[in-house]
């Protein structure tokens, strides 16, 4: 009896130890390993990537901005956007609507939006005006900064619109500053109507610039073209007359004057 209790002892002492083995070992692979934490299956690919454009409003303009000329900014303009007030042509003032101008300039529309890059630029003594893509912008004069859509074809349109001011058949040189005898190069574009136009030869500063042009034998109303003005002192008084399809008329003392070239 006394070697089968001894038996059955050593018996129960390996279970016991055999057991606890276990135990360590479960507690190892539990909490001893490098185990993983609880947020290690949340990637950096679940977080959205920066596009590093910077979302702004569809009446945001490039003033709003306080940058520096030659800065750029890449903006975000999101969809179902409204058109907004925008003066000049491929260079713009920097007040002008930047989003309603990328529409302006064919990079973005109303519907979609999308994503632009602008380029702070110098001021201009002019803003040209022109229709494109749904969008009808304004003439404006002297503004102290403008702001330009980076693509490849930026240097090549500001370098035209510097050339040739494009302009609107209703715009008159009212807009123009500068001593008598500075010259302006402006654009007409083609199926013009007619204006308000004072003078014969020497026009009232406040006359259509390309209903002058035409009836000073420049071009026509269908084709439109370019056109040089020059501005002149005004003139006690304006006779007006009937050329080329366009009737002008009289009128008294008017300050300022501009020729057609």
């Given at each position: 009896?006394?070697?089968?209790?001894?038996?059955?002892?050593?018996?129960?002492?390996?279970?016991?130890?055999?057991?606890?083995?276990?135990?360590?070992k479960?507690?190892?692979?539990?909490?001893?390993?490098?185990?993983a934490?609880?947020?290690?299956?949340?990637?950096?690919?679940?977080?959205?990537?920066?596009?590093?454009?910077?979302?702004?409003?569809?009446?945001?303009?490039?003033?709003?901005?306080?940058?520096?000329v030659?800065?750029?900014?890449?903006?975000?303009?999101?969809?179902?956007?409204?058109?907004?007030?925008?003066w000049?042509?491929?260079?713009?003032?920097?007040?002008?609507?930047?989003?309603?101008?990328?529409?302006?300039?064919?990079?973005?529309?109303?519907?979609?939006?999308?994503?632009?890059?602008?380029?702070?630029r110098?001021?201009?003594?002019?803003?040209?005006?022109?229709?494109?893509?749904?969008?009808?912008?304004?003439t404006?004069?002297?503004?102290?900064?403008s702001?330009?859509?980076?693509?490849?074809?930026?240097?090549?349109?500001?370098?035209?619109?510097?050339?040739?001011?494009?302009?609107?058949?209703?715009?008159?040189?009212?807009?123009?500053?500068?001593?008598?005898?500075?010259?302006?190069?402006?654009?007409?574009?083609?199926?013009?109507?007619?204006?308000?136009?004072?003078?014969t030869?020497?026009?009232?500063?406040?006359?259509?610039?390309?209903?002058?042009?035409?009836?000073a034998?420049?071009?026509?109303?269908?084709?439109?073209?370019?056109?040089?003005?020059?501005?002149?002192?005004?003139?006690?008084?304006?006779?007006?007359?009937?050329?080329n399809?366009?009737?002008?008329?009289?009128?008294?003392?008017?300050?300022?004057?501009?020729?057609?070239?």
């Open positions: 009896m006394s070697s089968q209790r001894i038996a059955l002892g050593l018996l129960f002492l390996l279970l016991i130890i055999f057991a606890g083995c276990s135990r360590l479960g507690d190892h692979s539990a909490d001893g390993g490098h185990a934490p609880a947020n290690s299956n949340k990637s950096s690919t679940d977080v959205p990537p920066s596009s590093g454009a910077t979302p702004t409003s569809w009446q945001a303009n490039a003033t709003s901005l306080n940058g520096k030659r800065q750029s900014f890449t903006l975000s303009c999101a969809p179902g956007g409204t058109a907004g007030s925008v000049g042509s491929d260079i713009y003032t920097a007040d002008s609507s930047i989003c309603t101008a990328a529409v302006h300039s064919g990079l973005i529309n109303f519907q979609q939006g999308g994503t632009v890059t602008i380029e702070l110098e001021g201009r003594p002019i803003y040209g005006s022109r229709e494109r893509n749904g969008v009808t912008t304004s404006y004069g002297s503004y102290q900064m702001f330009v859509f980076k693509t490849p074809e930026t240097e090549a349109l500001v370098r035209e619109a510097e050339d040739q001011t494009p302009v609107m058949w209703n715009t008159s040189a009212g807009m123009l500053t500068g001593e008598d005898g500075k010259s302006w190069k402006l654009l007409c574009p083609g199926n013009g109507f007619t204006g308000s136009v004072w003078g030869d020497v026009y009232t500063l406040d006359s259509s610039i390309c209903n002058a042009a035409v009836h034998g420049k071009f026509t109303l269908e084709s439109g073209g370019p056109v040089t003005i020059e501005l002149r002192p005004g003139e006690s008084a304006y006779k007006g007359s009937s050329r399809g366009i009737k002008t008329n009289d009128y008294g003392a008017y300050g300022r004057s501009f020729v057609v070239k």
